[in-house]
């Protein structure tokens, strides 16, 4: 078996036609999927080569470059390391799969996620009619504010002093209230991001792990950022492609 470094595999890649391209490991798990209309091929041969180059990748650690022609054709492979050598040993896939049961019964369990679950759903619905009340609020200043200054000799007469103290009490209420929402938000990202650092350590693929709650595009790219391979295996899964590619395009659009 022919091993690749991460710099000479293109020449070999490249020299036949293909307009799909992903990354597996050394078994053929994806850790970057097949390219789409959401994901073009140009962006996921940048992210394979930010897999190859990244300072967390393991110099004699293995993956497949697979390519092929239209949704159906057989993948060509391509196995390429960091330097092109082969790693002396390996761990038995039968032996990893042990090790990885183990360290997930002794981190995290399906009660600890519902129960993380539970938090993040009675948070959201508290945030929910906080926003409800809220907006109430407003109409009502709102309403108030346009009776006092239509009632000519009246209202605005014997209380003037609304017109400078009600604008003040809004601004006030309206910011706390805020500060509330940014401190629940807070609680929430903590959360995940305590849930997500145990199943890190582990190095266990998102699959293996029934995830209920998904995380925002900062905490994606702060992620992508300290840990690229951990990044890339949690995208691999087909739901967590599509979350990540609507949160980018969400984020462009609002950009524009």
């Not at 604008?167 to 929430?188: G, M, V, W």
């Not at 995208?235 to 462009?252: A, F, H, I, M, W």
Request: proline letters at 4%.
């Amino acid at each position: 078996m022919k091993i690749y470094n991460k710099s000479a595999v293109w020449a070999t890649v490249n020299e036949y036609p293909h307009n799909f391209i992903r990354l597996t490991d050394e078994d053929e798990n994806s850790i970057i999927p097949w390219n789409s209309a959401a994901a073009p091929m140009k962006q996921r041969l940048e992210e394979i080569k930010q897999v190859l180059s990244a300072k967390s990748t393991p110099e004699d650690k293995i993956f497949i470059i697979q390519t092929r022609t239209g949704t159906r054709g057989k993948p060509n492979n391509y196995f390429v390391s960091k330097t092109g050598k082969e790693a002396e040993e390996k761990t038995p896939l039968s032996d990893q799969k042990i090790e990885v049961q183990q360290v997930k019964s002794e981190i995290i369990t399906d009660a600890d996620l519902l129960e993380l679950r539970v938090k993040c759903e009675r948070l959201e619905m508290e945030l929910d009619a906080a926003q409800i009340k809220i907006e109430e609020l407003e109409d009502q200043i709102l309403n108030e504010n346009e009776t006092a200054l239509s009632d000519e000799g009246g209202v605005l007469n014997k209380f003037s002093w609304l017109k400078d103290v009600l604008p003040s009490l809004a601004d006030s209420y309206f910011a706390s209230r805020a500060q509330d929402r940014e401190i629940e938000q807070a609680k929430i990202g903590l959360e995940y991001q305590k849930l997500q650092a145990n199943a890190t350590a582990a190095q266990l693929a998102p699959k293996e792990i029934k995830q209920e709650t998904m995380p925002t595009l900062k905490q994606l790219e702060e992620f992508k950022t300290n840990n690229i391979n951990g990044f890339y295996m949690w995208l691999s899964d087909p739901v967590n492609n599509e979350y990540y590619n609507n949160l980018t395009n969400k984020n462009n659009d609002t950009e524009f």
